[in-house]
């Protein structure tokens, strides 16, 4: 791992489509033509009259009428953004609650950032991802990179779910009241302090949305509030719910 993998990794830690999300256009212009002219197309020309006194006395083609050009759609924002690439947060994607799921050893990297210079001051949030993501884009968040995830899916903060009371200990994040039920929960097994829990009370990812957290090694016991917005599970052995 290079040293700026390192410190993205530790930043993560301690700051503590399949569809791809490609924005998508829709353009509609339209414009009609519409007149006559002679019949079988042929132009008619003015013709003069004795009797007239040499007026001249015909019909010629209409002018071509024409409709100002529609307006074009509005640009619509992706609410699926793709596992690889960089994101301008209000342009390419709208601001909101996303979901990754089925990601895999810890390949998954995202972060929030305030400007696209790359660098650590830059960074506002970010994690490396086994399982399940849940990321809150703000509306002040300037970019979001995301690589080696799978498809991010735009989620309404208020559905519903069917809680369970059973976790995988590598599952990643959970929403309490959706992915799980409000409880205490039990995990055991776990060796040389490689699992990580965490309550949080949004999916910002920032320091101060951080309820509680800690490496355990040996059995570990949490209690999940109904009023915590998620529960994050790294390296732990499954957890199960005792009361």
């Not at 960089?86 to 995202?110: H, Q």
């Amino acid at each position: 791992m290079s040293k700026s993998q390192t410190q993205r990794s530790w930043f993560a830690r301690h700051k503590v489509l399949t569809a791809a999300g490609a924005v998508v256009v829709v353009v509609a212009v339209g414009a009609a033509m519409g007149g006559g002219g002679g019949e079988g197309g042929a132009e008619a020309k003015p013709s003069a009259s004795a009797s007239s006194g040499g007026k001249a006395t015909g019909s010629g083609s209409k002018a071509p009428e024409s409709k100002a050009p529609e307006k074009e759609a509005p640009e619509k924002k992706a609410v699926t953004i793709d596992g690889d690439g960089d994101f301008e947060v209000g342009s390419d994607v709208r601001p909101g609650l996303y979901r990754s799921t089925g990601n895999e050893d810890a390949m998954c990297y995202w972060e929030r950032s305030k400007d696209a210079t790359g660098e650590l001051d830059s960074i506002l949030a970010n994690d490396n991802v086994t399982g399940t993501a849940y990321v809150e884009l703000k509306k002040s968040d300037k970019f979001f990179k995301s690589t080696g995830c799978s498809a991010w899916e735009a989620v309404d903060p208020k559905a519903a779910g069917t809680p369970g009371s059973t976790l995988k200990g590598d599952g990643g994040m959970f929403k309490v009241g959706v992915d799980v039920a409000p409880g205490t929960y039990r995990s055991t097994g776990n060796k040389d302090a490689g699992c990580y829990w965490e309550r949080s009370k949004d999916a910002g990812h920032g320091m101060n949305g951080i309820l509680a957290n800690d490496n355990v090694t040996g059995t570990a016991i949490v209690k999940i509030s109904a009023g915590d917005g998620y529960f994050k599970s790294v390296g732990c052995g499954d957890w199960t719910r005792t009361s």
